[in-house]
């Protein structure tokens, strides 16, 4: 649109009406995390008291804490390593060799889409509780289900990251020089894509640390489980540690476009996180 | 499914291309993903449909049967309402939403802090969100005391933020922004000579927008809140979280089934509940995505 046309009066209440729809809950759960002041005794005098981070530290000090904290970090890794390990090579072969497998690759990683969590969870223990029950048990089977439901970001990142690269041109230069296509893809092609790759990474990590549904029907005490089970005990730090969380996954989420965005491509494919 | 390998393209002359290459060397680095998918999507979905199809303990009809009668039936039609009314307010609000910041040229930072905010609202959900609603519009919220100063009594109204109109409202919160991430290229789609020439032909804004503008958006429109109403059928966390367990919901219901598995003997329920959502999710999504391959049409 190439006219500096004023927007009408309607344009800005409606963004501002959004605006606040979308603040309050979280000034509401920043301010019940952070002020030890119950609702029904803020006013103007009140407003500015006792503002405390207290029910966080108390978290920090709780003996649960460590081990869940410590429990996602160790399976968001594991799930970047595994999504590298299996989608990088997917992406790198629908790219080149195995062109034409390219549409049913991406239908199949948008399946996660038509099975939710919900409903994978359910299937999946039905389908190994019985074969593999020692599977199950241990924490780290959240690991392959994890990659799937990040497979539709993590694709179409690395995907889009080696369609901005000239990915045969490069190949054929290192060949021609002398270099094996092992040695071409980890030397040349693999540097080529850093922001491809972190891009996925940071996504991987978000999907893991807010993913609630799979860790709860598995009964792995993960980060998002033990938030919610201590919201009896110690309602100020399970709502502070969201208000971390949420702060953490924002800047992932932006970090992740950003890469995105430096891939150059356009802005509808940088927030394209829809299906 | 492919059939020769003569046909994978020749199209440049790359050394790449012209190796002579075994089926194996094709398809060797998609084994790994292959896998992933059967042994962990594929399998467990197929296990899911094959357990629904089983019978419960006193029933003389297969759970996919048993699942949509008496008062399952009534978690299905209540999960549905849920569904479409917070796709259509979430449709309509986002669209609304859409078109005001398509109207704000400048400051420009305006339209990408929309797009990028919509970009982490749209998957936010799960525990987080829930607390973050608790603590605006439960019965201790700051909103609610906000409302009550102004004369507006939520509670007194029969609202609790975990009944129908309190996960509606909640999630409005992930539904708005992700109509504004559907409809944001299509709006941007919409040139402005196409306006400009139906002004020039004699057309009001109300013309433009019924014989031009929606005619255009409308297969956006029907898609977007086809992943709208998806999306709220199938979210978990959120509800469980808002309601300690207890809605009627049909995701939250699956786990109530599946953990009273042993005691009630119907168990197979929750997997025919799963069942049915998988078909639920393959005809909205399936739908969503056709209308969405119409409404790109026009945007290049």
Do not use: C
């Amino acid at each position: 649109m190439r006219s500096r046309k004023k927007a009408p009066i309607w344009a800005w209440l409606v963004v501002s009406s959004a605006a606040v729809f979308f603040a309050l809950p979280m000034i509401a759960m920043a301010r019940f995390a952070f002020q030890r002041v119950p609702v029904a005794l803020l006013g103007r005098d009140t407003i500015l008291k006792r503002w405390t981070l207290d029910g966080l530290f108390d978290m920090f000090s709780d003996p649960d804490f460590r081990p869940a904290l410590w429990l996602s970090i160790r399976i968001a890794l594991l799930t970047v390593v595994a999504t590298f390990l299996i989608m990088l090579p997917t992406a790198l072969w629908v790219n080149t060799r195995a062109a034409r497998y390219r549409s049913l690759v991406e239908v199949a990683t948008l399946m996660p889409y038509v099975v939710p969590p919900i409903a994978l969870v359910v299937g999946a223990g039905g389908a190994f509780r019985d074969i593999a029950p020692w599977f199950l048990r241990s924490d780290y089977s959240l690991v392959p289900f994890y990659v799937i439901l990040a497979m539709p970001f993590t694709f179409r990142s690395l995907d889009a990251g080696l369609r901005a690269i000239d990915l045969r041109t490069l190949l054929d230069a290192a060949r021609s020089l002398g270099a094996s296509t092992p040695r071409a893809l980890v030397r040349i092609v693999v540097p080529n894509m850093t922001s491809a790759l972190s891009g996925s990474a940071f996504l991987t990590i978000t999907v893991v640390l807010g993913e609630f549904t799979i860790a709860s029907l598995f009964l792995k005490p993960t980060l998002p489980l033990y938030m919610s089970y201590s919201q009896g005990r110690n309602p100020q730090g399970a709502l502070g540690l969201a208000v971390l969380m949420l702060l953490f996954t924002t800047l992932a989420f932006f970090a992740a476009s950003r890469l995105r965005e430096k891939g150059r491509r356009s802005t509808r494919e940088a927030i394209g996180v829809l299906p | 499914m492919p059939v020769l390998p003569l046909t994978g393209g020749h199209r440049t002359g790359s050394p790449l291309r012209r190796t002579p290459r075994l089926a194996l060397s094709e398809t060797i680095g998609l084994l790994p993903f292959f896998t992933l998918v059967a042994v962990f999507l594929a399998w467990p979905t197929f296990t899911l449909f094959r357990m629904a199809f089983e019978r419960t303990a006193d029933s003389e009809v297969p759970a996919m049967r048993e699942a949509i009668t008496g008062t399952y039936l009534d978690s299905f039609v209540y999960t549905m309402k849920l569904s479409a009314l917070s796709a259509l307010l979430g449709a309509v609000i986002g669209a609304i939403l859409t078109a005001a910041v398509v109207r704000i040229e400048h400051p420009r930072w305006i339209r990408n802090a929309v797009s990028s905010f919509s970009g982490v609202a749209a998957n936010l959900g799960g525990i987080p969100l829930a607390f973050a609603f608790l603590a605006a519009l439960g019965t201790q919220g700051l909103v609610t005391k906000l409302l009550d100063w102004g004369g507006i009594d939520l509670i007194g109204a029969g609202f609790t933020i975990s009944n129908f109109a309190g996960i509606t409202v909640v999630y409005l919160y992930f539904q708005i922004p992700l109509m504004f991430l559907v409809l944001l290229p299509s709006f941007e789609g919409l040139r402005p000579v196409w306006r400009e020439a139906a002004v020039n032909l004699g057309a009001t804004p109300l013309r433009y927008w019924r014989h031009v503008g929606f005619p255009l958006l409308s297969p956006a429109l029907l898609g977007g809140f086809l992943l709208l109403f998806a999306n709220a059928f199938s979210a978990y966390a959120t509800a469980y979280a808002l309601s300690s367990g207890g809605a009627k919901l049909i995701p939250v219901q699956i786990r109530f089934f599946l953990q009273g598995n042993t005691i009630t003997g119907k168990g197979n329920l929750g997997y025919a509940m799963a069942a049915w959502m998988i078909i639920i999710m393959i005809v909205t999504m399936g739908a969503y995505l056709v209308l969405r391959r119409r409404a790109e049409r026009w945007q290049r």
